[in-house]
């Protein structure tokens, strides 16, 4: 299983890439495994503001439903089109391919809530025991 060093995660299983007052987010490669082949994606809609912590997103996958939580608050700028017809990329390349939408953020503090890769990876240590 990939755990990027160079992001933040949150206990639900995000990702995001902060730079400067943006940030990319998506579902870590331990949620796309966990929830098996992905067959849709309901992307948030660009011009919409997001809350920390709060729903943003749908991932549908042959075992369930799970809903994506914004790891950061702020407004929808953009989000990745392609999974619309390819929701396989989350599969593929959870950190790369597979982002769901990059958000302007509107409280940079609000990092100090998300774990950095040691902590995430603990934290996925910890549930499998």
């Known amino acids: 299983m990939t755990i990027p060093e160079d992001l933040l995660y949150t206990?639900?299983?995000e990702w995001v890439n902060i730079?400067?007052?943006?940030?990319?987010?998506?579902?870590?490669?331990?949620?796309?495994?966990s929830l098996g082949d992905i067959t849709f994606i309901d992307l948030p809609?660009?011009?919409?503001?997001?809350?920390?912590?709060?729903?943003c997103a749908t991932v549908e996958s042959v075992k369930a439903?799970?809903?994506?939580?914004?790891?950061?608050?702020?407004?929808?700028?953009?989000v990745n089109t392609e999974l619309s017809s390819h929701p396989e990329?989350?599969?593929?390349?959870?950190?790369e391919a597979g982002w769901f939408a990059v958000i302007k953020i509107a409280d940079l503090t609000?990092?100090?809530k998300l774990m950095n890769f040691l902590?995430?990876?603990e934290y996925i240590e910890s549930l499998s025991k």
């Open 119 to 121: 902590q995430y990876k």
């Open 110 to 112: 609000e990092k100090n």
């Open 45 to 55: 809609k660009i011009g919409i503001q997001v809350k920390q912590s709060e729903w």
């Open 11 to 13: 206990k639900d299983h």
């Open 65 to 78: 439903a799970s809903d994506v939580y914004a790891p950061l608050s702020g407004e929808v700028l953009k």
């Open 89 to 95: 990329m989350v599969n593929k390349s959870a950190y």
């Open 19 to 33: 730079d400067a007052d943006k940030a990319t987010m998506g579902i870590t490669d331990f949620a796309q495994n």
